[in-house]
Each structure stands twice: as structure tokens, then as C-alpha cells.
T-cell receptor, first 115, second 115 residues
Framework: AQSVSQHNHHVILSEAASLELGCNYS??????LFWYVQYPGQHLQLLLK??????LVKGIKGFEAEFIKSKFSFNLRKPSVQWSDTAEYFC?????????????FGRGTSLIVHP | DAGVTQSPTHLIKTRGQQVTLRCSPK?????VSWYQQALGQGPQFIFQ???????QRGNFPDRFSGHQFPNYSSELNVNALLLGDSALYLC??????????????FGPGTRLTVT
């Protein structure tokens, strides 16, 4: 069965610091990759996604992620965080056909940005 | 444009009871997925409904069942509740299953507490 690991469970940064959140998955076949974000008091929403093509994906609010197939990784980055980036971040993988396209989420990373 | 809605917001049940949670998908979406999110964990996939049939199922016992209606809304039923079923239950919709390639739009969730 596929699994998703998010290495950093809690991250605390100051505004303007750079961010990188790690995400590794276990499935070796075709994958669809996502980062979702949950701002305080809001629903889970999509930050960015990768299906195919350019492995460097740009999302909303200045976030980007790079798919490195050889490392089974899909790390999330932002060059300069803002206080408003304080949220819970989830990496998700949808693998198939062997994975039957069952979505698997990581346990999440809580990011706190101090002003 | 209404997003994904869920009811009720909160629910308290006793062990052994049964519960029904409801979800209306985002306008234009016909695929509904249900997730269980325990405290401090990422969402865990329960099952997905499309064309009123269960298409995919995660690793959950038969006590968890669902239904999708012709208007695409869905119900999640849990029988013989256990203390471990206490969690946030999320509903997500997407425009057709799309072999896992579509982003999912999440509702606010139903917080179930089993005592």
C-alpha cells in the first residue's frame, strides 16, 4: 500500500524566512501529487498539483513544489513566508493504476510564522 | 456558487449507536469522497461515490457504509460506533473521478464524538 511521509510536523519561522516542507511517498508507479493547505478556521484547499510534464509546479500565493521521481519526493517551497502563511499543510498522493487512485495524505505539517 | 456543505457540524453519540452524516457536493461536481481525520493526523480515505455506486474504498470496516443520491449528495453511515470512531469526517467533491487527477474540494467537516 502506498504511504506518504511528511518529515516536519511542526515548523516555526519568522516572516521573510524561506520555507521547505518535505514530502516522500512510497509508490513506484504513476502518481498524481498534491499539496493542500488548511488556514485557521477554513476548509482544506488546494495549493498546487502535479500530474505530468514540468516537475517544477507553481501554485497559489507564491508556493512551488518540485517532483523528483528518483527520490520519490514532492517538496513544497516558498522563498519568503508571510504571517498569513500560518496554516496546516498536507501532502497527498493519488497513485494508480496499481494504487487504484486511492488518495493518501500525509499527517500534515503545522507552520507558524511569527511577524 | 455554493461549495461543499456538510451536516451536522458537531455530533455526540454513545458507543454502539449508529450515525448518519450528510454532504452536498460543489455545484457541477458528481463525485463525492469521504475521509476520516483523527486529531493530529491527515485525512484518511474511507470511500468514493460516483454514479450512485461505491467506486473505491479505503481500509475501513463494513461498519462504514455510504450512499449517493441522484442529485449527487451523499451520506456516510457508521454502525456500532466505537470510541475510536471519534474524529472529524470530511466530505470532498470533484468533477468525475478522473483517475485521481482532479483536485478535491473539501467541506468544513462533521466533528463526531463517541462517548
Amino acid at each position: 500500500a502506498q504511504s506518504v511521509s511528511q518529515h516536519n510536523h511542526h515548523v516555526i519561522l519568522s516572516e521573510a524566512a524561506s520555507l521547505e516542507l518535505g514530502c516522500n511517498y512510497s509508490y513506484g508507479g504513476t502518481v498524481n501529487l498534491f499539496w493542500y493547505v488548511q488556514y485557521p478556521g477554513q476548509h482544506l484547499q488546494l495549493l498546487l498539483k502535479y500530474f505530468s510534464g514540468d516537475p517544477l509546479v507553481k501554485g497559489i500565493k507564491g508556493f512551488e513544489a518540485e517532483f523528483i521521481k528518483s527520490k520519490f519526493s514532492f517538496n513544497l517551497r516558498k522563498p519568503s513566508v508571510q504571517w498569513s502563511d500560518t496554516a496546516e499543510y498536507f501532502c497527498a498522493v493519488n497513485a494508480g493504476p496499481g494504487g487504484s487512485y486511492i488518495p493518501t495524505f500525509g499527517r500534515g505539517t503545522s507552520l507558524i510564522v511569527h511577524p | 456558487d455554493a461549495g461543499v456543505t456538510q451536516s451536522p457540524t458537531h455530533l455526540i453519540k454513545t458507543r454502539g449507536q449508529q450515525v448518519t452524516l450528510r454532504c452536498s457536493p460543489k455545484s457541477g461536481h458528481d463525485t463525492v469522497s469521504w475521509y476520516q481525520q483523527a486529531l493530529g493526523q491527515g485525512p484518511q480515505f474511507i470511500f468514493q461515490y460516483y454514479e450512485e455506486e461505491e467506486r473505491q474504498r479505503g481500509n475501513f470496516p463494513d461498519r462504514f457504509s455510504g450512499h449517493q443520491f441522484p442529485n449527487y449528495s451523499s451520506e456516510l453511515n457508521v454502525n456500532a460506533l466505537l470510541l475510536g470512531d471519534s474524529a472529524l469526517y470530511l466530505c470532498a467533491s470533484s468533477p468525475e473521478p478522473g483517475q485521481g487527477a482532479h483536485e478535491q474540494y473539501f467541506g468544513p467537516g462533521t466533528r463526531l464524538t463517541v462517548t
